[in-house]
């Protein structure tokens, strides 16, 4: 079949995922095959409005597959939501002559490449966040390698916060998101976990709960909690005041959401950008690429955003059997 687009360009926008480097390598590497130019968007939308562009070929991306970061850097853009940024972005397109655009990142990058389609360009969406929180998409690029490095920074802390019997209150990324919280609670054995869409109660969520595991023996008391849910350090100091205990607080940060992506993130940002390329080499737009029952698929646009995601409900159920035992 003739692909309907001839040359194509693709961005990282927002907050950087492992595996987003993968998924530039799939989308130029599928352009290639299918007889695509492809150009890579450097500084997210910011890049389409200056021009900020590289031709990408094979060799261009040789090697990246198994960086974490992205090689085409990542901004936000204020110039972008206006109408008037938004124009020159799509004037940038026709001047260079993309047909199409594939913007890897989250909501808002998402909400970007509306914008633009209402400028005339076709664009395809890929999520790549660390804090899985696209609601169309079961999963996110990046969120494995997120949680298994929350997951081995814990395990590092668990060691010697055993040791001196402590209590640890480790504060993870998410946003307004408690995903990445669960995921990596469940995968640690904490002894509460505190994600934005449950409201919690002190005493019952946390004081109970290191009550419960005191009293069954266990010396050493994790508390996670998503970035959503307020601050960890004023959490470690309100256990202080109600139990005596001191409490350590690691805020993780920004160590999420570096590193070797892992190969769930490396295979899934593969597919995604071979499917996205396939979507725009077929004359549709507006498009995300989504992860629903183990299958890459797409779905449009809008619709996907307007949908709501909540937390995995029996991994939330596991929770709270394994906290309050």
């Not at 001839?6 to 993968?22: C, E, Q, W, Y």
């Not at 990324?173 to 990445?180: C, I, K, T, V, Y």
Request: net charge neutral; aromatic share 4%; glycine share 12%.
């Amino acid at each position: 079949m003739e692909p309907k687009v001839k040359r194509i360009g693709v961005l990282t926008s927002g907050g950087d995922a492992p595996g987003m480097n993968a998924a530039v390598r799939a989308v130029c590497r599928t352009a290639n095959y299918m007889g695509i130019d492809c150009v890579g968007i450097r500084r997210g939308w910011n890049g389409l409005i200056n021009g900020d562009i590289l031709p990408l070929d094979a060799h261009s991306v040789n090697g990246i597959i198994n960086r974490g970061g992205t090689m085409l850097y990542t901004a936000r853009s204020a110039e972008f939501m206006t109408e008037e940024g938004q124009k020159r972005a799509a004037q940038t397109c026709r001047f260079l002559g993309m047909e199409g655009v594939v913007a890897i990142g989250g909501d808002g990058t998402f909400r970007g490449c509306l914008d633009l389609s209402k400028q005339g360009i076709s664009v395809v969406g890929v999520p790549g966040t660390i804090d899985n929180d696209i609601a169309c998409s079961h999963y996110t690029i990046g969120f494995d390698t997120a949680c298994n490095t929350a997951m081995e920074a814990i395990d590092k802390l668990r060691d010697t916060m055993q040791s001196h019997e402590r209590c640890s209150v480790i504060e993870v990324m998410g946003r307004h998101a408690g995903h990445l919280a669960l995921y990596v609670g469940l995968a640690c054995g904490a002894t509460a976990v505190l994600v934005p869409e449950r409201p919690y109660d002190f005493e019952r969520d946390v004081l109970e709960k290191i009550r419960k595991a005191r009293l069954a023996g266990r010396t050493h008391f994790m508390i996670i909690v998503a970035e959503g849910v307020g601050s960890a350090i004023e959490l470690g100091e309100r256990i202080h005041e109600a139990t005596g205990i001191d409490p350590r607080v690691t805020v993780l940060g920004h160590v999420q959401r570096g590193g070797s992506p892992t190969a769930r993130d490396r295979v899934t940002a593969s597919r995604m950008g071979y499917l996205a390329v396939q979507v725009l080499a077929e004359g549709r737009t507006n498009r995300i690429i989504c992860s629903r029952d183990g299958a890459i698929t797409d779905i449009d646009m809008e619709e996907g955003l307007a949908m709501k995601k909540d937390l995995n409900a029996l991994s939330y159920a596991a929770m709270e059997a394994f906290t309050g035992a």
